[in-house]
Nanobody, 123 residues
Framework: HVQLVESGGDSVEAGGNLTLSCKAR????????LAWFRQTPGQEREAVAG???????RYADAVKGRFTVAWGKGRMVLDLHMNSLKPEDSATYYC??????????????????WGRGTQVTVS
């Protein structure tokens, strides 16, 4: 079965940097999207950044120019490099995946698979 395991969450000061990593196991689709979403208490989960198997990439407006999503070391590892962090970036960050998916404009894809989340706190 599919497992998404996040790591790297931490508490940092505003202006600092942090890298989150997601390892996808048991995910064997030829085309797929892997992405990061985030959620704060009482708010809806929102998309942050993601990649597809064909190299498509997409960012939420709130993180453009500060966050970079990239393939990490090893198969099916997705890293989120977060720079110039702001207190409003504080959230639980979730890794998400969907098969038969491509990054494009319009509504973000609806993931079928989610990780358990990792907490990022910026103060």
């Amino acid at each position: 079965h599919v497992q998404l395991v996040e790591s790297g969450g931490d508490s940092v000061e505003a202006g600092g940097n942090l890298t989150l990593s997601c390892k996808a196991r048991g995910f064997w689709y030829a085309s797929y999207c892997l992405a990061w979403f985030r959620q704060t208490p009482g708010q809806e989960r929102e998309a942050v950044a993601g990649l597809d198997a064909d190299g498509g990439v997409r960012y939420a407006d709130a993180v453009k120019g500060r966050f970079t999503v990239a393939w990490g070391k090893g198969r099916m590892v997705l890293d989120l490099h977060m720079n110039s962090l702001k207190p409003e970036d504080s959230a639980t960050y979730y890794c998400a995946a969907e098969g038969g998916c491509w990054m494009h404009s319009g509504p973000w894809f609806t993931p079928s698979y989610w990780g358990r989340g990792t907490q990022v706190t910026v103060s």
